[in-house]
Structures are given as C-alpha cells and as structure tokens.
C-alpha cells in the first residue's frame, strides 16, 4: 500500500512517452503524473520518492477500449457460452443448450452467446428446429457474435407472440425457411425488440434479464479479467439506466476499478434531455460521453447496409432506422450539444450519417463538438473528406481482421477489404481514430488489436487489406491517445505525460520494437489506474 501524498517513481528499460523518447521512469503522486525521463534525474529532484524498480518491463500508457459493451459483457458471465473457443459444430452447440435447459435454467429460459455460424463444421446455418430438438418446451435464444441477429426456438417465438404470419418491425427482419415458415431467426430490430423491447402477456420482458446483484458481482469478474490484459479504460457503447444503475453500484462496491464512459442508448435521450445533462458529465471514473443510435447491421452478422450488394446474398443489408427517425435523432441530439454517435458500417449507411450529420452543423453550428461514427467500416475518398470536414471522429473495430480472417474476403471481395477498418486511411486523412474491440463482438485484448492492425493477418493467415497496415507506435496511439480523444478526454489521460492521469501498463516486451507477429504474446505484468495497482501477474 501507498500514501496518495507519497511520490514514487516507476523506473523500467523504457516508458513510452512522446515527451521523452529515451525515458525509462515515470514519477507520480496520487494519481497523477508528475515527471518522466532519465531515472537518475528523476530520483535526484524527488529525493523522497519511493522506487518502484520493474526491472526490464516496459510501460506504455493504458490501453482505452473506446467501444465496447461492459455491461452486456457483465450479462455474458451468466449465459451459455457458445463462442469458437467452446464449440465448432451445431452438434456441440446444441448438446450445451439442451443441458443448460434440462438444468433449471435461471427464470425458465437457456440464453446463449457467441454462436458464430461461419465456424461450425455443418456449414449452416442455426434453427429454431435444432434448438426445439434438445430444448423441448424451455424456452432458448441463442446470440450470434455479431449482437445484431440470434435464434429463437418455438417456445421463444410462442412466448413473444410471434407466428408465421406476424410480420417484422421497421428496420428488422424474421428468418423464414424455404416454404416461408419462421426459421426462428431474428435480425437486427426485431431481434432487439424481442430480446429487451418486447413484452409479454403479464407486462414484462419476454427475455428475462439477469438479477441485479448477479450482474454487479458479475460485472466485478470482467473488469478484473480486462485489467488482466491491460486496459485501463473503456467506453460503455450502449447502455440504459439499469446499466448506468450497475455502474453505479460496482463502483460503490469497489469493483469498478476501471475508468468507464457510456454511450447512452437513444431511446432513453428524453430521460436525460430532462435533466439537462450534456457530453461529459461526470468524472474521470464515470461519464457520460454521447447518444448512441443505429444506421445499419453488421459485418460480421451480413447485415450491414452497402453500395455494392453482399457476395452471396446480392442484397445490401439493412438499414435499421429510416432517414427521418435517424434525422430527429441527430437534429435533437447534437442541437443539446451533445455527442452524437452513430453506428454505421457498410459505406451506404456511412453516407447517410454523413447526410444528417452536415445538416444537423448547418442548421444548428456547433464549433467543437465532435461526433462520432461507430465502426466506420467501410469507406472511400469522399467518405474520408467529408468526415474531416466535420472534424468527426472514426471508431473502427481493431480487431476484425483477425476475428474474421478471410472469411472477408469471401463476403466482401478483395477490392472492398482494402478499404475496411482503414486505419491507414484515417491517420494519412488526418481523422482522430479510436481503438475499439466491440467485444463481445470480437475478442477484448488490445495487444491482440494492436497486431491485427500492424499485420493485417487473420486468425487463418489470411493476408486481409494489406493497403491498412500501420506502424506499432501508429497502433498504439489508436488505443490511447485517439481513445482519449473520442470521449473528450484527451487532456486527462492517453499519453504518458506532466499532468495527466497515472493510467499505465506495465508489459514484458516492447509492443514497438518485437517482430510485428509477436505483438499479441507480450504477457501484461502490471496493470495501473490513478497510479493504484489494480492487476499484478502472479
């Protein structure tokens, strides 16, 4: 332990900083920084620092995960999980789901996670009849890892209301097999409406959430396992009062040990509109950053809406909300002053945010205030320019590359991967770009983000839009200094410098100076918030 008045200084074989780039000890009191440079100076004008020797580690700043989803992440630990790291067949998918619900499944149902259809060996698709087969009369819904399409069995859809002739909500569709029955998938809308929009006969959900305390001690598992691969912050990409709620009551438990902005889901903007409350309000710990809404699916689920049509399919995805609900959205939102950020990944749903985005600055200037494009997957020169004219900010998946590998280029095409997660587009654009693993999306670990964007290489080996390549410290800078940025709080942490907050990571090798391949085994030693030690390996 450590008194908050007592100076220490971290020496190790170097400190990344671009204050001083042979540097190898940062000194900081509370938790803040106060110096960094040459050790020996350091210890000479802080006579009565403490020293803390980490010997041949190096430390760089913390890694800021600027979209990613904590509370469902927290929901996560309660469910099945059907990832590619547990299951590679519909055969084990369903033989894990038919035990959950012959175990008394919490509140009757079986939820799952993490199904991705590219990776099972049947080479199809999940159904509601595979799940009937193993679930019986429980009722089951299964997520795909995308997060914008999951599949329901029979007693799901009796559950919710839904039958062969009901019809999808605005923005969403329902899977139907070849004679046009209900194949139980649900996209997009109608897959948020039925999982946390829906009710049932009695009033309530038809999905039934997990218990609240459940979730918080939950909660405190993940951000330990996220400390443990060096994050330090994170951005909260869609989140409701009961997850603000969750937030709250972590912290107060001393489990929220990791800075957490949140970007609040849009149909709760009236609540907050109310309170007159605006982008940044908060602390350093806790903050509300932005109003998070939807232009279109995903890349990994197929559904992302594109110029040119999908490979396979011929069609060019959805488009979640229609141009005058995204249109009141942003006028409402960005005429408060405050953020907005929109998800948008195929380059069609990039140009329509783009459209209300320039409207909205037109209507109503406000000098300053940066909006966000959520992924941001696909883009080209006009997208680009357009995006710097607003002074918009990109948060681009670092991690998709290898996630997906050259599964794609089998749904995208070889000219269109070039310009996917552009990374190199941005910066050579001059456009603030942020890290962002999505997760449960795509996998959390920044240095696992950091060599997918430096090697462009799948987790097949597949070479995918080598064009986007970056540089290590280009990387890096993704995942901290532009993190920063796109909540607002470039001047509070990001870079290892006099004044800003003692959020560092402390890392076996050097991410900057390893063969670029090697970038994701560097082990994590220490992780440190506010200059507090908040993860040590054993």
Same mark, same amino acid.
Request: include cysteine.
């Given at each position: 332990?450590?008194?908050?008045?007592?100076?220490?200084?971290?020496?190790?074989?170097?400190?990344?900083?671009?204050? =001083?780039?042979?540097? $190898?000890?940062?000194?900081?009191?509370?938790? /803040?920084?106060?110096? +960094?440079?040459?050790?020996? %100076?350091?210890?000479?004008?802080?006579?009565?620092?403490?020293?803390?020797?980490?010997?041949?580690?190096?430390?760089?700043?913390?890694?800021?995960?600027?979209?990613?989803?904590?509370?469902?992440?927290?929901?996560?630990?309660?469910?099945?999980?059907?990832?590619?790291?547990?299951?590679?067949?519909?055969?084990?998918?369903?033989?894990?789901?038919?035990?959950?619900?012959?175990?008394?499944?919490?509140?009757?149902?079986?939820?799952?996670?993490?199904?991705?259809?590219?990776?099972?060996?049947?080479?199809?698709?999940?159904?509601?009849?595979?799940?009937?087969?193993?679930?019986?009369?429980?009722?089951?819904?299964?997520?795909?890892?995308?997060?914008?399409?999951?599949?329901?069995?029979?007693?799901?859809?009796?559950?919710?209301?839904?039958?062969?002739?009901?019809?999808?909500?605005?923005?969403?569709?329902?899977?139907?097999?070849?004679?046009?029955?209900? %194949?139980?998938?649900?996209?997009?809308?109608?897959?948020?409406?039925?999982?946390?929009?829906?009710?049932? !006969?009695?009033?309530?959900?038809? +999905?039934?959430?997990? /218990?609240?305390?459940?979730?918080?001690?939950?909660?405190?598992?993940?951000? /330990?396992?996220?400390?443990?691969?060096?994050?330090?912050?994170?951005?909260?990409?869609?989140?409701?009062?009961?997850?603000?709620?969750?937030?709250?009551?972590?912290?107060?438990?001393?489990?929220?040990?990791?800075? +957490?902005?949140?970007?609040?889901?849009?149909?709760?903007?009236?609540?907050?509109?109310?309170?007159?409350?605006?982008?940044?309000?908060?602390?350093?710990?806790?903050?509300?950053?932005?109003?998070?809404?939807?232009?279109?699916?995903?890349?990994?689920?197929?559904?992302?809406?594109?110029?040119?049509?999908?490979?396979?399919?011929?069609?060019?995805?959805?488009?979640?909300?229609?141009?005058?609900?995204?249109?009141?959205?942003?006028?409402?939102?960005?005429? $408060?002053?405050? /953020?907005?950020?929109?998800?948008?990944?195929?380059?069609?749903?990039?140009?329509?945010?783009?459209?209300?985005?320039?409207?909205?600055?037109?209507?109503?200037?406000?000098?300053?205030?940066?909006?966000?494009?959520?992924?941001?997957?696909?883009? %080209?020169?006009?997208?680009?320019?357009?995006?710097?004219?607003?002074?918009?900010?990109?948060?681009?998946?670092?991690?998709?590359?290898?996630?997906?590998?050259?599964?794609?280029? $089998?749904?995208?095409?070889?000219?269109?991967?070039?310009?996917?997660?552009?990374?190199?587009?941005?910066?050579?654009?001059?456009?603030?770009?942020?890290? !962002?693993?999505?997760?449960?999306?795509?996998?959390?670990?920044?240095?696992?983000?950091?060599?997918?964007?430096?090697?462009?290489?799948?987790?097949?080996?597949?070479?995918?839009?080598?064009?986007?390549?970056?540089?290590?410290?280009?990387?890096?800078?993704?995942?901290?200094?532009? =993190?920063?940025?796109?909540?607002?709080?470039?001047?509070?942490?990001?870079?290892?410098?006099?004044?800003?907050?003692? $959020?560092?990571?402390?890392?076996?090798?050097?991410?900057?100076?390893?063969?670029?391949?090697?970038? !994701?085994?560097?082990?994590?030693?220490?992780?440190?918030?506010?200059?507090?030690?908040?993860?040590?390996?054993?």
């Amino acid at each position: 332990m450590h008194s908050s008045a007592e100076p220490r200084i971290f020496r190790a074989r170097r400190v990344i900083t671009p204050s =001083s780039p042979s540097a $190898d000890a940062v000194a900081v009191l509370g938790d /803040r920084i106060v110096a +960094v440079g040459d050790a020996d %100076d350091l210890r000479r004008s802080l006579p009565l620092a403490r020293l803390v020797d980490l010997g041949d580690a190096v430390v760089t700043p913390g890694f800021n995960d600027a979209h990613v989803h904590l509370s469902m992440a927290a929901d996560n630990e309660l469910q099945v999980d059907v990832s590619p790291a547990e299951v590679s067949s519909l055969a084990e998918l369903t033989a894990k789901v038919g035990a959950a619900a012959r175990s008394e499944p919490v509140d009757g149902w079986v939820r799952a996670f993490g199904y991705d259809d590219a990776r099972m060996a049947e080479g199809r698709r999940l159904t509601r009849w595979d799940l009937d087969a193993v679930t019986g009369d429980v009722p089951a819904i299964v997520l795909h890892v995308a997060c914008h399409w999951g599949v329901v069995n029979s007693a799901a859809l009796a559950a919710g209301g839904i039958t062969d002739e009901s019809l999808p909500p605005s923005g969403g569709e329902y899977g139907r097999d070849a004679a046009g029955r209900l %194949d139980g998938v649900l996209y997009e809308r109608a897959l948020n409406e039925f999982a946390y929009g829906h009710v049932n !006969s009695a009033g309530g959900p038809v +999905v039934p959430q997990s /218990r609240f305390d459940d979730r918080v001690e939950a909660l405190g598992r993940v951000v /330990r396992r996220w400390h443990a691969a060096g994050v330090t912050s994170v951005c909260d990409a869609l989140v409701g009062p009961d997850d603000i709620r969750l937030f709250a009551a972590a912290r107060e438990q001393g489990l929220l040990t990791m800075r +957490v902005g949140f970007l609040l889901a849009a149909e709760h903007y009236d609540t907050l509109r109310r309170l007159g409350l605006r982008s940044g309000f908060g602390d350093a710990g806790l903050r509300f950053v932005g109003v998070k809404t939807f232009a279109d699916g995903a890349v990994g689920g197929r559904t992302c809406l594109v110029d040119e049509p999908h490979h396979g399919t011929g069609g060019h995805g959805i488009q979640v909300l229609t141009r005058e609900e995204l249109a009141d959205i942003v006028r409402a939102v960005h005429g $408060d002053g405050n /953020r907005v950020c929109v998800h948008a990944n195929g380059d069609r749903a990039i140009r329509l945010v783009l459209d209300e985005l320039e409207c909205a600055h037109r209507e109503v200037p406000k000098p300053g205030l940066r909006h966000r494009i959520e992924h941001c997957s696909m883009v %080209d020169d006009d997208i680009l320019g357009r995006i710097r004219a607003l002074s918009a900010i990109a948060v681009p998946f670092g991690n998709y590359v290898h996630q997906h590998g050259g599964r794609l280029i $089998d749904w995208y095409g070889e000219s269109r991967v070039e310009r996917m997660f552009a990374h190199r587009s941005f910066l050579d654009a001059g456009i603030t770009v942020a890290g !962002s693993s999505d997760y449960p999306c795509g996998p959390v670990e920044p240095l696992l983000a950091l060599q997918s964007m430096v090697t462009r290489t799948g987790w097949d080996g597949s070479v995918v839009g080598a064009g986007q390549r970056v540089s290590p410290a280009e990387a890096l800078s993704v995942y901290t200094t532009g =993190s920063a940025a796109s909540t607002g709080e470039e001047g509070l942490k990001g870079s290892l410098v006099v004044g800003q907050l003692a $959020d560092f990571v402390v890392l076996e090798d050097d991410p900057l100076e390893v063969p670029h391949d090697q970038i !994701s085994k560097i082990a994590v030693r220490a992780t440190y918030v506010g200059g507090t030690e908040v993860y040590a390996r054993e």
